[in-house]
């Protein structure tokens, strides 16, 4: 009955899987997304000109947090000891917007995709939030999964 879904048991009802009988293996999971916004609102980040503070600087912390907190937002998700995140926000080459990506890390049972998807999320809502009072027309968009490593599925790299 559950057509290969881990999280789905015999019966049909949602479980969180036992990882108790797997290898602790190297996990990196690196996610991305991409706010775009209007020109004058990147020209105010680029400026520091908002009156929370340093838009990039909270943005990064909030991601940071958002990937500790995963368990915690994600119902069926393990608590998993990240021994490293990173986030970085580089202006988009296309448009008027900024590249948000993240990379996570663990020595543990399970893999850290889920940490690595929540903490570009949580990165790109903080923009909005520090940014809304002038540009509400700022989209998130192309919240995916770049790459990941580790674990008895290897490795996967996004086309």
Same mark, same amino acid.
Request: with cysteine.
């Given at each position: 009955m559950n057509e290969g879904f881990s999280h789905i048991n015999e019966s049909g009802d949602a479980q969180m899987v036992d990882v108790g009988q797997k290898d602790v293996t190297d996990r990196i999971a690196v996610a991305s997304c991409r706010v775009t916004m209007l020109q004058q609102t990147l020209q105010k980040i680029r400026d520091g000109g908002f009156e929370k503070g340093d838009v990039l600087g909270v943005a990064k912390v909030a991601g940071v947090m958002a990937a500790k907190s995963t368990a915690n937002l994600?119902? /069926?998700? *393990?608590?998993?000891?990240? $021994? *490293?995140?990173?986030?970085?926000? %580089?202006?988009?080459?296309? &448009?008027?917007?900024?590249?948000? %990506?993240?990379?996570v890390r663990a020595l543990w049972k399970t893999g850290v995709e889920m940490e690595a998807l929540t903490a570009v999320?949580?990165?790109? /809502? $903080? !923009?909005? &939030?520090?940014?809304?009072? =002038?540009?509400? +027309?700022?989209?998130?968009?192309? !919240?995916?999964?770049?790459?990941? +490593?580790?674990?008895?599925?290897?490795?996967? =790299?996004?086309?």
């Amino acid at each position: 009955m559950n057509e290969g879904f881990s999280h789905i048991n015999e019966s049909g009802d949602a479980q969180m899987v036992d990882v108790g009988q797997k290898d602790v293996t190297d996990r990196i999971a690196v996610a991305s997304c991409r706010v775009t916004m209007l020109q004058q609102t990147l020209q105010k980040i680029r400026d520091g000109g908002f009156e929370k503070g340093d838009v990039l600087g909270v943005a990064k912390v909030a991601g940071v947090m958002a990937a500790k907190s995963t368990a915690n937002l994600i119902p /069926l998700c *393990h608590p998993i000891p990240l $021994t *490293h995140i990173d986030i970085s926000i %580089e202006e988009s080459n296309e &448009d008027f917007g900024l590249d948000i %990506e993240a990379s996570v890390r663990a020595l543990w049972k399970t893999g850290v995709e889920m940490e690595a998807l929540t903490a570009v999320t949580i990165a790109s /809502l $903080t !923009v909005y &939030d520090m940014c809304k009072s =002038l540009d509400k +027309s700022m989209k998130i968009e192309s !919240v995916r999964l770049i790459k990941k +490593s580790g674990g008895k599925q290897g490795d996967f =790299l996004s086309r």
